[in-house]
């Protein structure tokens, strides 16, 4: 008959007051998440209202985070298996599309982005704080746009920080001007 180990808790070197402050964070995230989620599929929902097909959007915001070279390849294969499946094969012009052409970007309208370019301006900033982009490589000249730009750096580099130390901040990522002026000697005062 084995004996019966004595059971030890794993965390019995851990102070009860920070297990309860991770049950707080813990929780707090939960609810956040469970707020996200309720909005997220309220969105979709809305979208599939519009009529639009949830599964292609969705496939296609996924692609957009893709190497495009990646996302050419699949396509190509994709299409490739359907027509050995002797399934029909579509090119875009046949539904007005331009094949590889990006859709029309809306211009700026009185120097004022749209709420959609402000949005990819966003992400792309996001991207560049993610990946350990420069600062100083905002590509955008329109104010809002390079605001949005910055706010989505920002944003990334706070997604790395709480991927790397859940609570840590980020140092600001404002850009001094360099000096021009010459320094001073105190001999010559």
């Known amino acids: 008959m084995p ?9 019995s070197n851990i102070a009860d007051a920070v ?11 939960r609810e956040a998440l469970e707020t996200a989620n309720c909005a997220y599929r309220a969105t979709l929902k809305a979208a599939k209202g519009a009529g639009i097909n949830q ?10 985070r893709r190497d495009p070279d990646q996302v050419a390849i699949d ?16 090119q875009m012009e046949l539904f007005g599309g331009g094949g590889d052409q990006a859709p029309d970007q809306p211009s700026l309208v ?6 959609h370019q402000l949005w990819e301006a966003t992400e792309a900033g996001k991207t560049a704080g993610k990946t350990g982009g420069d600062v100083g490589a905002n590509p ?18 706070t997604a790395i920080a709480r991927e790397m130390a859940p609570g840590a901040s980020v140092a600001p990522t404002r850009r001094r001007r360099e000096s021009t002026a010459q320094p001073s000697d105190p001999s010559q005062h």
Request: charged residues 25%; without cysteine.
């Open 75 to 90: 396509d190509r294969d994709h299409a490739r298996y359907r027509a050995l499946l002797n399934m029909p094969v579509h």
């Open 19 to 29: 297990v309860q402050k991770f049950i707080r964070e813990v929780s707090g995230a």
């Open 3 to 11: 004996v019966a180990k004595k059971l030890q808790s794993s965390d």
């Open 55 to 64: 599964k292609q959007l969705l496939a296609a915001m996924a692609d957009a």
């Open 110 to 115: 009185d120097g004022e982005p749209t709420d």
């Open 140 to 157: 955008h000249e329109n104010a809002g746009l390079n605001a949005a730009w910055a706010r989505g750096f920002k944003a990334g580099l």
